[in-house]
């Protein structure tokens, strides 16, 4: 092969790994499916939730991979919707003033979440709850896996994966879990 004809061929793929390289080093969208995990460029979006107005949560449906003879039939019986891939029940839990204030408290301090420690063997991110708040006019949406004890936050400009910390864990699912309507009882596995 001619050595001019190398040198393109080089150069051929030297842009191509280029470009590839841009791609996957771009921020994930903050109304896609998937969440940054750079803890600490995305951690900011946590004080914005002390400003937060309304408060909306929604429950999860069945787990796709444990409960997906329930999810098929939850889907069809009830009204659904998705959110960030994610199935939830389209009619919201009522909170009380108190439970709305002691969620923004939770989800608006830093120190509820971690850096996130890799995918946990737990069937897959699966968010049980939803909590959306509108501060001013941008939504923040906080999907909660209590199976990974991870959540995924999601706002007009990031995105963000974290793991949840064991004490704001406890909370959560100590004040989440009294709200459950929806979702069919767990049958024993």
């Given at each position: 092969?001619?050595?001019?004809?190398?040198?393109?061929?080089?150069?051929?793929?030297?842009?191509?790994?280029?470009?590839?390289?841009?791609?996957?080093?771009?921020?994930?969208?903050?109304?896609?499916?998937?969440?940054?995990?750079?803890?600490?460029?995305?951690?900011?979006?946590?004080?914005?939730?002390?400003?937060a107005g309304?408060?909306?949560?929604?429950?999860?449906?069945?787990?796709?991979?444990?409960?997906?003879?329930?999810?098929?039939?939850?889907?069809?019986?009830?009204?659904?919707?998705?959110?960030?891939?994610?199935?939830?029940?389209?009619?919201?839990?009522?909170l009380?003033?108190?439970?709305?204030?002691?969620?923004?408290?939770?989800?608006?301090?830093?120190?509820?979440?971690?850096?996130?420690?890799?995918?946990?063997?737990?069937?897959?991110?699966?968010?049980?709850?939803?909590?959306?708040?509108?501060?001013?006019?941008?939504?923040?949406?906080?999907?909660?896996?209590?199976?990974?004890?991870?959540?995924?936050?999601?706002?007009?400009?990031?995105?963000?994966?974290?793991?949840?910390?064991r004490?704001?864990?406890?909370?959560?699912?100590?004040?989440?879990?009294?709200?459950?309507?929806?979702?069919?009882?767990?049958?024993?596995?």
């Amino acid at each position: 092969m001619a050595p001019t004809l190398r040198v393109l061929q080089a150069s051929w793929w030297l842009l191509i790994a280029s470009l590839l390289v841009g791609w996957s080093g771009q921020k994930k969208s903050a109304t896609g499916t998937e969440a940054d995990t750079d803890f600490a460029s995305n951690k900011a979006v946590f004080a914005s939730i002390h400003a937060a107005g309304r408060l909306i949560l929604y429950e999860g449906l069945p787990h796709h991979a444990f409960e997906a003879k329930e999810l098929k039939l939850e889907k069809r019986k009830k009204r659904t919707m998705a959110l960030h891939g994610c199935s939830f029940y389209r009619d919201h839990l009522k909170l009380s003033a108190y439970d709305q204030q002691r969620l923004k408290s939770l989800l608006g301090s830093e120190a509820s979440f971690a850096k996130w420690s890799g995918e946990k063997r737990c069937g897959g991110f699966h968010p049980d709850y939803c909590v959306q708040m509108s501060v001013g006019r941008a939504a923040y949406r906080f999907l909660i896996c209590f199976g990974c004890h991870e959540v995924k936050v999601y706002g007009p400009k990031h995105s963000l994966r974290c793991d949840i910390q064991r004490d704001a864990y406890v909370l959560l699912e100590k004040l989440l879990k009294k709200h459950r309507k929806n979702r069919p009882p767990k049958e024993s596995r």
